[in-house]
T-cell receptor, first 112, second 115 residues
Framework: GDSVTQMEGPVTLSEEAFLTINCTYT??????LFWYVQYPGEGLQLLLK?????DKGSNKGFEATYRKETTSFHLEKGSVQVSDSAVYFC???????????FGAGTRLAVHP | ETGVTQSPTHLIKTRGQQVTLRCSSQ?????VSWYQQALGQGPQFIFQ???????GRGNFPPRFSGLQFPNYSSELNVNALELDDSALYLC??????????????FGPGTRLLVL
């Protein structure tokens, strides 16, 4: 079945460091891909999405490119802030109907 | 534009009881999906409702059931609660049944504790 694998956390960075969170997927066909962010005690917020190969999703300085050849959707940000500390989830939209399959999440901690 | 809202925010129940969680979808959205998020894990799909009909179900037993109303709001009902049902229950709304890769927008969740 379809699945998503994310790099294990926590990821600890200093403010203004470069961020990469790896995400790879297994799916039949070409699913839409998403990154969601969850702040402590809150629900999930959509961060960015890509619906086809080579699409780049971007929002709030975060970017991710849909790579069909490597089945990856890595999240990057050039300069993280303390306020970016949260748990980040990679997800795919499973074919057939609107079911999101999530990775286990990666906790990011940014220190001043 | 009103976002997705859920009620209640927190709930404590005892094993064997029944619970109903509620969700109001984002304005203009006709699809509601429910997810269970255990502590430290990613959300797991429970089921989805599209135009008041169940449109897919995850690997959850029949004691998890739902409804969608004509205004597209939704309820999740869980009977015969078990300790493992303790989790954050998330509702997400979207427009359409998923064929176009539409994004889902989540509410803040209901945290259920079963004692």
């Amino acid at each position: 079945g379809d699945s998503v694998t994310q790099m294990e956390g926590p990821v600890t960075l200093s403010e203004e460091a470069f961020l990469t969170i790896n995400c790879t997927y297994t799916a039949t066909g070409y699913p839409s891909l998403f990154w969601y962010v969850q702040y402590p005690g809150e629900g999930l917020q959509l961060l960015l999405k890509a619906t086809k190969a080579d699409d780049k999703g971007s929002n709030k300085g975060f970017e991710a490119t849909y790579r069909k050849e490597t089945t990856s959707f890595h999240l990057e940000k050039g300069s993280v802030q303390v306020s970016d500390s949260a748990v980040y989830f990679c997800a795919l939209l499973s074919g057939g109907y609107n079911k999101l399959i999530f990775g286990a999440g990666t906790r990011l901690a940014v220190h001043p | 534009e009103t976002g997705v809202t859920q009620s209640p925010t927190h709930l404590i129940k005892t094993r064997g009881q029944q619970v109903t969680l509620r969700c109001s979808s984002q304005s203009g959205h006709n699809t509601v999906s429910w997810y269970q998020q255990a502590l430290g894990q990613g959300p797991q799909f429970i089921f989805q409702y599209y135009r008041e009909e169940e449109n897919g179900r995850g690997n959850f037993p029949p004691r998890f059931s739902g409804l969608q109303f004509p205004n597209y709001s939704s309820e999740l009902n869980v009977n015969a609660l078990e300790l493992d049902d303790s989790a954050l229950y998330l509702c997400a709304s979207s427009l359409g049944s998923g064929q176009g890769g539409e994004a889902q927008y989540f509410g803040p969740g209901t945290r259920l504790l079963v004692l």
